[in-house]
């Protein structure tokens, strides 16, 4: 049973466009929402992250906006690069635990 | 330099024959922790550990044992590994937990480990 869900599993964009990927959680116990950017090869690196008192983090062109009351957050990222290709994971804790969501591979065409 | 060392990164055996994947970091961590991959499944947790000597299950536990006796290194072990244990495994350290207080505590990391087992 997958407690964060995201969609979608694969995305293309074309360079200077917007990416978006969504997640959406069941436990309510959870408390800090990190996104973790992987590229091939290696392991995942964290991205950005927020606590669910805050509705919006902002760090560059990545962007969380996090929805309590739908349990949903999302990853924005303005201006797509063809360096973001990469696996985006989300993700949620709640103190000694980590789980992640299926993965989008987001592919940004020149 | 910082880093999380898993050895080795590619590794094929046969079923039941007993394996360990090592890690090991030098960022005096006290939480580590392993994940296995699968497409479309993502990052599943195996086991962590808090620090030495506590460990504790994660989401998928079967199959697989680890031990923390140094803070530095957090083996992980399959005793008799099964075909459907094939993937790509990553150990994982931080300061501290990475929810509740520890706001500020990433997960770091190895490169990973691609298992195949026949």
């Known amino acids: 049973q997958q407690q964060v869900k995201q969609s979608p599993q694969s995305l293309i964009v074309q360079k200077g466009g917007i990416s978006i990927i969504n997640c959406a959680y069941e436990n309510t116990a959870f408390d800090y929402f990190p996104w973790y950017q992987q590229f091939p090869g290696k392991g995942p690196a964290l991205l950005i992250a927020?606590?669910?008192?805050?509705s919006e983090k902002k760090e560059g062109r990545f962007t969380i906006s996090f929805n309590k009351s739908a349990k949903q957050f999302s990853l924005h990222i303005m201006d797509s690069q063809p360096g973001d290709s990469a696996t985006y994971f989300c993700?949620?804790?709640?103190?000694?635990?980590?789980?992640f969501g299926e993965g989008t591979q987001l592919t940004v065409n020149p | 330099e910082a880093q999380v060392t898993q050895n080795p990164r590619y590794l094929i055996t046969v079923t039941g024959k007993k394996l360990t994947v090592t890690c090991s970091q030098n960022m005096n961590h006290e939480y580590m922790s392993w994940y296995r991959q699968d497409p479309g499944l993502g990052l599943r947790q195996i086991y962590y550990?808090?620090?030495?000597?506590?460990?504790d299950k994660g989401d998928v536990p079967e199959g697989y044992k680890v031990s923390r006796k140094e803070k530095r290194n957090f083996p992980l072990i399959l005793e008799s590994p099964s075909p459907n244990q094939t993937s790509l495994y990553f150990c994982?350290?931080?300061?501290?937990?990475?929810?509740?207080?520890?706001?500020?505590?990433?997960?770091?990391f190895g490169n990973g480990t691609r298992l195949t087992v026949t």
């Open positions: 927020i606590r669910p008192d805050v």
């Open positions: 550990s808090m620090n030495v000597e506590v460990t």
């Open positions: 993700a949620a804790s709640s103190g000694s635990r980590l789980t």
């Open positions: 994982a350290s931080s300061l501290k937990p990475p929810g509740g207080v520890s706001y500020n505590s990433p997960l770091h």
